[in-house]
Structures are given as structure tokens and as C-alpha cells.
């Protein structure tokens, strides 16, 4: 066990407390429901901006981005490339629009298009997918912790993820903004020391680097093939999955919808997702580099113990080859990513089930009092749920691939019902719940078809799909569903009246 030395732990030690403690000054701030949720409406557009950057760049970005490149090329790097395209869609149809909304929910208005149904359907997916994120995030942190400190994953995961909970329980959206936007510079700095040591221990530097990924036995920084397949995961798949994946993001997940009512301004709502988006392209790029940048490292040096899985190379350099002080503040950095994420998805989630659950269908009484105590339950529980999911993934081998396939699954369809509200004139439950029925029944059978070792029930069903390998990759599932559920959605929908 690779064990850090004293000043790296007081590194650590000193981040954690210190965000911790900007996350609980903010309770002072945070008296009533509605600040627990939207902040009154008075953050400036770069704070939001901010905080959505550091919500993109989880653990899951900083440990598996550079696994990727290191494994692999930069073929993941194409989901990047998308986000100015979502941006713009979300920015002209989607930020205007739920701003000039009745509810914090993102969801509220499938219900006047759909029944409640779809509302309360569309709420519960996000939270089981935050769940789900939360879990993949505190797991992957873990990696990179676990490098550092002589403790279990298992202690990190639970440490963490309940120094999480507390500063969200208490300081609410106001706190998980600001911590964001510190723990944004931090993995930010930190990244770009991870790869300027790279740089400068590689001979002929940036250029040898490029040099190495480039030998005539491996090209480490392709894009992916350029050929019109879907089937395998070319330039054209990843861009398409990444534009619909980043579509969700910024018009069907309550993380994103919710930040757009922190802000002072309809404009500053607007300029705080641009600045997600284009500030994301540099420095995923960066992290790219990075894994790219260790392949060819631990090529000349070959010192790369055997067996190392990719995610936790990033890690082992950390600890082996920056100096003392410097490998703490990149183990911090790493925290930063994921307890910018973990807040995030713990304040939407509670913010859905008070709004979309308990509000809607469990009582009529309005108490600001006792909305606030079920805000700060709720976090504590989903908090929980994460820590559990994140403990039940111990032993994954690629972070990235698996969080891929479980968000297009646990979005069950719910940003097709979001553009079929939006861009067409259906209405009605019953088309947009056989939309719903499509969407899932195709992505399912999409996932099902390539699985590598089901359980003995699926077998028969998994050889029975075996045919959709051929035409569709796996990344293709949620784009597939989506586009089922607003085309069935259209043809078996009433019209609205214009």
C-alpha cells in the first residue's frame, strides 16, 4: 500500500475542512425552502457557470478520462465536441422557457401536457439516476483516495460522502454553488500541475508526447473512425450519444434546470451555460492529455506495476512522482470533482421529491417550515443511497463504460418526453406513455444484447438479440430511446389546440 507522506494528508485534511466550513457558513443564508432550493435568484451568471463546470468535471471525468486515453485514444473525447451544439439548443429553447415557469421542478409541465404520470414518472427516474451518479462518483474518488491514504475504499466512500451530506444538509444550493466554484480552481490547478510534470519528465516534452502516441504500432490520439456506423463506437456515435446525453443534461436533469433559477438574470442563466460548455472542452482535453501523456511515460520508464487497471493509473503516478505537497493537492483535487458533483445531485434529487412527490400528491398544506425539515431529510437519505450504490460497485474495472450504460438506462426516456412537450403539439397520456413503453423496451433490449455475462434467465433473451450487435452499439441505447418516445409519442398522441 502506497502511503502518502505527513504534509500530502494535511493537504488533504485542510481542503476537506475547508470546504466543509464554506458549505456550513452558508446555512446562515439558508432560513427558508425556497433558498434551500434556488437561492433567491440572485447568483451572477460566472458563479453559476462555475459550479456547472465543476458538475461536469466529476471523479468520474478526472480518474476515467485520462484511464481512457491511456487504454485506448481520444475516441471519448468526441462527447466533449458536442456540448456547444446542446448548449445552443438549451440556451434558445429550454432556459427561457423553465424560466418563465411556475415550478423549481423541470418536470411540472409534463403533467399539464400528459397527466401527472409523466411527471411524477420523469421526477423519480432523475433522482434514481442521481442515486446512481452519486454512487459511480464516490466509487471512482475512491481510486484515486485510496492511493493516498492507508484505508479501506469502503471508509473513504462512507467519510466522504457524509461530509457531503452535512454542508448540502445545512447550506443548501447556495452552499453546493460556492463550494463548487472552489473546488472548480482547485481541480482545475490541479490538473494542469498533473500535466506539466508530465510534460517536463517526458523527453522532448509536449512534442515527444505527441511523438509517442503517434508510433508506427499505435495511434493513442485518434478521434475514433470517421465511418458512418453505429455500430461500433466511431466519431459519429460518440457525437451523437454526446449531444443527446448533454441535451438531457441541460434540459431533462433537474442539476442543470435548477441552477438556471439561482441566477440574477434570464441572461446570466443563459452566459452561466455557455460557460459550462466551452470552459469543459479545455480542460477535458487536458485530462485527455494526460492519459496519453502516462502511456507514453510508463512506456519509456516501464515502471508501471503489472495488473494496474487504467482508472488507477492517474492515481499510482500521483503518489510515485510528484513531489511532497503536490501529491495532496492533486488527491484533493480529485475529491473536488466529486464532492462538486455529489452535492449537486443530493440538492436536485431532494428538490424533485419535495416538489414532484410530497407537494404534489402527499399533501396540500403549504408549510415552509416543515417543506425545509423534508428538504434536509431527504438529502440525508439519498446521501445514504449513494454511499450504498458507490459500496456496491468496489471491483468495477472501467468507471466510464459502466457509467455510460447505467445513465442511458436510469434516464428512462425521460428527455424524449421533454422535447415531445416542447417541439410538438401532443398531448394526452396515452401517447407519450406508449412513447415511454417504446423508449424503454428499446433501449433495454439495446444494453440486454451486449451484455458480456448475464445472469442464466437473460441468456435465452440476450441470444434471441444477439442481431441488434450488428447495428447498434450500446452508446446508441439512449439515443434510440429517445427518439422512439417522441415518434410513437406524435403518432398515437391527440393534438393540442394551437
Known amino acids: 500500500m502506497l502511503t502518502a507522506h505527513q504534509i500530502d494528508l494535511t493537504v488533504v485534511a485542510l481542503y476537506l475542512i475547508a470546504v466543509t466550513v464554506i458549505g456550513c457558513l452558508m446555512s446562515r443564508k439558508t432560513q427558508t425552502a425556497t433558498e434551500f432550493m434556488s437561492a433567491g435568484g440572485s447568483l451572477p451568471g460566472w458563479v453559476v457557470g462555475l459550479s456547472i463546470v465543476g458538475t461536469f468535471v466529476s471523479s468520474i471525468s478526472f480518474i476515467a478520462n485520462p484511464g481512457k486515453s491511456f487504454s485506448g485514444n481520444w475516441n471519448p473525447f468526441v462527447f466533449s465536441l458536442s456540448l456547444p451544439y446542446a448548449a445552443l439548443v438549451a440556451t434558445v429553447f429550454f432556459v427561457p422557457f423553465f424560466r418563465n415557469g411556475t415550478s423549481l421542478s423541470a418536470y411540472e409541465h409534463l403533467e399539464k401536457r400528459f397527466g401527472a404520470w409523466a411527471r411524477l414518472y420523469a421526477a423519480l427516474f432523475n433522482v434514481l439516476y442521481h442515486v446512481g451518479r452519486i454512487g459511480t462518483i464516490l466509487f471512482g474518488v475512491s481510486l484515486g483516495a485510496a492511493a493516498l491514504l492507508d484505508l479501506p475504499i469502503e471508509a473513504i ?31 482545475i490547478c490541479g490538473m ?53 446525453i448533454n441535451l438531457q443534461n441541460f434540459a431533462a436533469d433537474q442539476t442543470y434546470v435548477q441552477r438556471y433559477f439561482t441566477a440574477d438574470s434570464e441572461q446570466n442563466a443563459k452566459r452561466s451555460v455557455w460557460i459550462g460548455a466551452i470552459a469543459y472542452l479545455p480542460i477535458s482535453a487536458v485530462l485527455f492529455f ?88 431527504a438529502t440525508v437519505a439519498l446521501g445514504i443511497a449513494g454511499i450504498v450504490a458507490a459500496l456496491a460497485m468496489i471491483g468495477v474495472k472501467q468507471i466510464l463504460d459502466v457509467w455510460w450504460q447505467i445513465s442511458g438506462v436510469l434516464s428512462g426516456g425521460t428527455l424524449g418526453l421533454i422535447l415531445l412537450a416542447r417541439f410538438t403539439r401532443a398531448t394526452g397520456g396515452r401517447g407519450a406513455g406508449i412513447g415511454v413503453l417504446a423508449g424503454v423496451v428499446s433501449m433495454s433490449a439495446i444494453v440486454i444484447a451486449h451484455l458480456q455475462n448475464p445472469p442464466d434467465w437473460l441468456v435465452p433473451l440476450r441470444d434471441s438479440l444477439s442481431g441488434v450487435t450488428d447495428y447498434l452499439h450500446p452508446l446508441m441505447a439512449i439515443v434510440l430511446g429517445t427518439a422512439m418516445v417522441v415518434v410513437c409519442g406524435v403518432l398515437f398522441s391527440k393534438r393540442a389546440a394551437t
Open 290 to 377: 494526460i492519459g496519453t501523456a502516462l502511456y507514453v511515460f510508463y512506456g519509456s520508464t516501464g515502471t508501471l506495476p503489472a495488473g494496474t487497471q487504467a482508472d488507477g493509473v492517474l492515481p499510482y503516478f500521483i503518489m510515485t512522482e510528484l513531489p511532497t505537497g503536490v501529491a495532496g493537492l492533486l488527491v484533493a483535487a480529485i475529491l473536488a470533482a466529486a464532492m462538486s458533483t455529489v452535492d449537486s445531485s443530493l440538492n436536485s434529487s431532494a428538490t424533485l421529491l419535495l416538489c414532484d412527490v410530497r407537494n404534489r400528491f402527499l399533501t396540500t398544506r403549504r408549510d415552509d417550515a416543515a417543506d425545509l425539515l423534508f428538504l434536509r431529510i
Open 157 to 187: 466512500i462512507v467519510c466522504l460522502g457524509v461530509l457531503v451530506i452535512v454542508y448540502t444538509l445545512l447550506g443548501g444550493i447556495e452552499a453546493v454553488i460556492w463550494t463548487d466554484v472552489v473546488q472548480s480552481v482547485i481541480l
Open 192 to 244: 494542469l500541475i498533473c500535466a506539466g510534470v508530465l510534460i517536463l519528465n517526458v523527453d522532448g516534452g509536449i512534442m515527444g508526447i505527441i511523438a509517442g502516441a503517434q508510433s508506427p504500432t499505435t495511434n493513442k490520439l485518434s478521434l475514433g473512425s470517421l465511418a458512418v456506423d453505429f455500430s461500433i463506437p466511431s466519431f459519429w456515435t460518440v457525437l451523437v450519444f454526446g449531444f443527446v
